[in-house]
């Protein structure tokens, strides 16, 4: 992360969403009982991004169908195109696709690191909290008459986030992370 903060490296978190086309309801209260549309359909629109670290810019690619190792590599081509000659360092969860062979052989052909978090950590990958903002913003009490209006808003939500959303994001993006130099185990 130094690294990064002088310019010598770039280093994105990445991570998968899968937005599932149906009913995000936030709080409905009522003295009469009230009937909220929602959506019927088990659609997915699927979105593999991969934030910045220092600049909070999100790059993505997203499908209808499943993300996999295929989708992974496309990402890490995506990213050594943009970023030609600085290392890149890639915080990644343990989910299967990055993990897979074809992905292995990739990221080594194009030279960028892979770092796994270790399992179960979610709060550790700070796009974990952008996925959570995109479904506030986007989703969230909020109906979508069909999938394509659902898939729009969410692109849309993405692509303001650098722009319309700075203010909102800003606080969400910290570099707070806790570290441990000495860990002790308690014994009961």
Same mark, same amino acid.
């Given at each position: 992360m130094e690294?990064?903060?002088?310019g010598?490296r770039?280093?994105?978190f990445?991570?998968?969403?899968?937005?599932?086309?149906g009913?995000?309801?936030g709080?409905?209260?009522?003295?009469? =009982?009230?009937?909220?549309?929602?959506?019927?359909?088990?659609q997915?629109?699927n979105?593999?991004?991969a934030l910045?670290?220092?600049?909070?810019?999100?790059?993505?690619?997203?499908?209808?169908?499943?993300?996999?190792?295929?989708?992974v590599c496309? =990402?890490?081509?995506k990213?050594r =195109?943009?970023?030609?000659k600085?290392? @890149?360092?890639?915080v990644?969860d343990?989910?299967r696709?990055?993990?897979c062979?074809?992905?292995?052989?990739?990221?080594?052909s194009?030279n @960028?690191?892979?770092?796994?978090?270790p399992?179960y950590?979610p709060?550790?990958n700070? @796009?974990?909290r952008?996925w959570?903002?995109v479904?506030k913003?986007?989703?969230?009490?909020?109906?979508?008459?069909?999938?394509a209006?659902?898939?729009?808003? @969410?692109?849309?939500?993405?692509?303001?986030?650098?722009t319309h959303?700075?203010?909102?994001m800003?606080?969400l993006l910290?570099?707070?992370f806790?570290?441990?130099?000495?860990s002790?185990?308690m014994?009961r």
């Amino acid at each position: 992360m130094e690294e990064a903060r002088r310019g010598e490296r770039e280093v994105f978190f990445v991570d998968a969403a899968h937005f599932v086309f149906g009913a995000f309801l936030g709080l409905v209260w009522s003295f009469v =009982r009230r009937f909220v549309p929602t959506a019927a359909g088990r659609q997915r629109f699927n979105v593999l991004g991969a934030l910045n670290a220092v600049t909070r810019k999100l790059v993505w690619v997203d499908n209808l169908t499943y993300v996999n190792g295929e989708t992974v590599c496309q =990402r890490l081509q995506k990213l050594r =195109r943009q970023e030609k000659k600085k290392p @890149i360092t890639l915080v990644l969860d343990n989910a299967r696709y990055p993990r897979c062979h074809l992905v292995q052989g990739v990221d080594a052909s194009l030279n @960028i690191e892979l770092l796994f978090l270790p399992p179960y950590s979610p709060n550790l990958n700070l @796009i974990e909290r952008v996925w959570k903002f995109v479904k506030k913003q986007a989703l969230a009490s909020r109906y979508h008459e069909d999938f394509a209006s659902f898939t729009a808003t @969410i692109t849309a939500c993405l692509t303001q986030l650098p722009t319309h959303h700075t203010a909102a994001m800003k606080p969400l993006l910290p570099w707070n992370f806790q570290t441990f130099d000495k860990s002790q185990r308690m014994n009961r």
